[in-house]
């Protein structure tokens, strides 16, 4: 089982922890915390990185599931130019992408997963989201390719245990992000906007502004419906007081018909019915609704840190700010954030090489942060990084995003990583419904409190 008190133990040190990950203008030699120096794995030759097995010449072809389909930005070329190098470097191993969205993706491994057909490497959320698969013994432990090269002690402290269940890893994250709310300095400029809302109500005020001037409020692409969950709990988050609505349902302390809850959903409909978001948002997919504000269409973006290296590369760039999500009705903090520790590789338990597989992701995962980092994309990864940021040429935006991390207090895991899958698809369900149609918000409530009581597990 994940660790229960899991979620506090990692609010509590994110702020560390992101510090050290991220040494934007600090002394890149800072190495004084305890276990967590601010070195990345150390560069190997990876031809000696893979066993004997790899290189014994057998001709195996890998699968990869992932979740990096845009050209335009530095992850697309980060798993092309890695896989491509290993390779390249063993010509016996083939590496086939099964490159799709996010949402696409789970619906797909769901899929595989029941005929029992996972591909070498997949994508995975961690905890709640990972648990039915591991409980039917789909995905391989990786205790024993964590121990080989440090490749362990390169994850920030207490990451891992997000992707463990009885003591095994199962799976290695990508990144360790923060919810926050991208910003277009310009298209402020142009609404005359001078200052970024710290408000829930001087963002709605911000919303009609922009919308009066022609201009698209809030980037979003709702067909993929977690990007409204994420932004719903930001929120709650909010409305909650702090921290720990969920964890407060799931041990009994609260239903989902408190009043937080309901009053989340008011908010949540006051900015539908505003017009912040895009018309038809909710036949948008992610990386489409990404793409209005990266091409300048929209003037702010509610979303993870890992958008930082993909606005940075994108025509908006130089142009955006980031700032916290703001209160709302004068509750919350605005350094207690949405947290998003990563999506994660997994290997299957059932793959035909599965030695080669964990012999090609101990290669992955070990250059990972060193590539990352080459392309300016190493803001919000879940490995440590050695190097300050600004010196080696990173924009103003991510030593605005790493500074917000400093000022990380704690915060909520997303809703799909905290329910069962299936009260999950519920809420999922219900806060996409929003976009279409205002609902009574007691109804949308008992909806998931419904949902939540035929699910106990």
């Given at each position: 089982?994940?660790?229960?008190?899991?979620?506090?133990?990692?609010?509590?040190?994110?702020?560390?922890?992101?510090?050290?990950?991220?040494?934007?203008?600090?002394?890149?030699?800072?190495?004084?915390?305890?276990?967590?120096?601010?070195?990345?794995p150390?560069?190997?030759?990876?031809?000696?990185?893979?066993?004997?097995?790899?290189?014994?010449?057998?001709?195996?072809?890998?699968?990869?599931?992932?979740?990096?389909?845009?050209?335009?930005?530095?992850?697309?070329?980060?798993?092309?130019?890695?896989?491509?190098?290993?390779?390249?470097?063993?010509?016996?191993?083939?590496?086939?992408?099964?490159?799709?969205?996010?949402?696409?993706?789970?619906?797909?491994?769901?899929?595989?997963?029941?005929?029992?057909?996972?591909?070498?490497?997949?994508?995975?959320?961690?905890a709640?989201?990972?648990?039915?698969f591991?409980?039917?013994?789909?995905?391989?432990?990786?205790?024993?390719?964590?121990?080989?090269?440090?490749?362990?002690?390169?994850?920030?402290?207490?990451?891992?245990?997000?992707?463990?269940?009885?003591?095994?890893?199962?799976?290695?994250?990508?990144?360790?992000?923060?919810?926050?709310?991208?910003?277009?300095?310009?298209?402020?400029?142009?609404?005359?906007?001078?200052?970024?809302?710290?408000?829930?109500?001087?963002?709605?005020?911000?919303?009609?502004?922009?919308?009066?001037?022609?201009?698209?409020?809030?980037?979003?692409?709702?067909?993929?419906?977690w990007?409204?969950?994420?932004?719903?709990?930001?929120?709650?988050?909010?409305?909650?007081?702090?921290?720990?609505?969920?964890?407060?349902?799931?041990?009994?302390?609260?239903?989902?018909?408190?009043?937080?809850?309901i009053?989340?959903?008011?908010?949540?409909?006051?900015?539908?019915?505003?017009?912040?978001?895009?018309?038809?948002?909710?036949?948008i997919?992610?990386n489409?609704?990404?793409?209005?504000?990266?091409?300048?269409?929209?003037?702010?973006?509610?979303?993870?840190?890992?958008?930082?290296?993909?606005?940075?590369?994108?025509?908006?760039?130089?142009?955006?700010?980031?700032?916290?999500?703001?209160?709302?009705?004068?509750?919350?903090?605005?350094?207690?954030?949405?947290l998003?520790?990563?999506?994660?590789?997994?290997?299957?338990?059932?793959?035909?090489?599965?030695?080669?597989?964990?012999?090609?992701?101990?290669?992955?995962?070990?250059?990972?942060?060193?590539?990352?980092?080459?392309?300016?994309?190493?803001?919000?990864?879940?490995?440590?990084v050695?190097?300050?940021?600004?010196?080696?040429?990173?924009?103003?935006?991510?030593?605005?995003?790493?500074?917000?991390?400093?000022?990380?207090?704690?915060?909520?895991?997303?809703?799909?990583?905290?329910?069962?899958?299936?009260?999950?698809?519920?809420?999922?369900?219900?806060?996409?419904?929003?976009?279409?149609?205002?609902v009574?918000?007691?109804a949308?409530?008992?909806?998931?409190?419904?949902?939540?009581?035929?699910?106990?597990?």
């Amino acid at each position: 089982m994940v660790k229960t008190k899991m979620q506090k133990s990692f609010a509590i040190g994110l702020t560390a922890v992101m510090a050290l990950s991220l040494a934007a203008c600090g002394n890149s030699n800072n190495n004084s915390n305890e276990g967590a120096a601010t070195n990345a794995p150390k560069s190997t030759d990876s031809g000696n990185t893979a066993t004997a097995t790899t290189d014994s010449g057998k001709k195996v072809t890998l699968t990869f599931q992932n979740i990096y389909p845009d050209p335009a930005t530095p992850a697309y070329k980060m798993i092309h130019e890695l896989t491509d190098q290993y390779m390249k470097e063993h010509p016996n191993v083939k590496i086939e992408l099964d490159t799709l969205n996010t949402d696409q993706q789970k619906v797909k491994l769901k899929t595989q997963a029941a005929s029992k057909e996972v591909p070498d490497i997949t994508i995975v959320n961690p905890a709640a989201q990972m648990k039915p698969f591991v409980d039917a013994g789909l995905f391989a432990p990786l205790n024993d390719m964590l121990d080989q090269n440090g490749l362990k002690d390169t994850y920030q402290k207490g990451l891992l245990d997000y992707y463990s269940f009885n003591n095994n890893v199962y799976a290695l994250p990508d990144g360790n992000n923060i919810e926050v709310v991208y910003y277009n300095k310009e298209l402020f400029d142009q609404a005359g906007i001078k200052n970024t809302p710290t408000t829930f109500e001087e963002m709605l005020q911000d919303v009609k502004i922009l919308k009066d001037k022609g201009i698209t409020p809030m980037a979003i692409g709702e067909k993929d419906s977690w990007t409204g969950s994420f932004l719903f709990m930001n929120i709650l988050l909010r409305t909650n007081g702090g921290p720990g609505f969920l964890q407060d349902v799931l041990d009994g302390k609260k239903t989902f018909e408190d009043p937080a809850f309901i009053e989340a959903v008011d908010a949540f409909q006051q900015l539908v019915q505003a017009g912040a978001f895009p018309d038809g948002a909710t036949s948008i997919d992610a990386n489409a609704g990404g793409n209005i504000f990266k091409t300048g269409k929209a003037a702010m973006w509610s979303i993870g840190s890992w958008e930082t290296g993909a606005i940075d590369a994108s025509s908006v760039a130089g142009k955006v700010g980031a700032f916290q999500f703001p209160t709302v009705n004068g509750k919350g903090d605005p350094n207690e954030f949405m947290l998003a520790p990563g999506s994660a590789f997994a290997v299957s338990a059932n793959s035909e090489h599965l030695q080669e597989t964990k012999d090609f992701l101990n290669f992955f995962a070990s250059e990972y942060p060193k590539k990352q980092f080459e392309l300016k994309n190493a803001v919000g990864i879940g490995q440590k990084v050695d190097g300050d940021l600004k010196a080696a040429g990173y924009s103003d935006l991510a030593v605005n995003i790493a500074g917000l991390f400093n000022q990380v207090k704690g915060g909520d895991l997303a809703f799909d990583n905290t329910m069962n899958p299936a009260t999950a698809q519920v809420h999922l369900s219900s806060i996409q419904n929003l976009f279409v149609q205002k609902v009574d918000s007691a109804a949308v409530a008992k909806e998931h409190q419904t949902a939540f009581e035929a699910n106990k597990e």
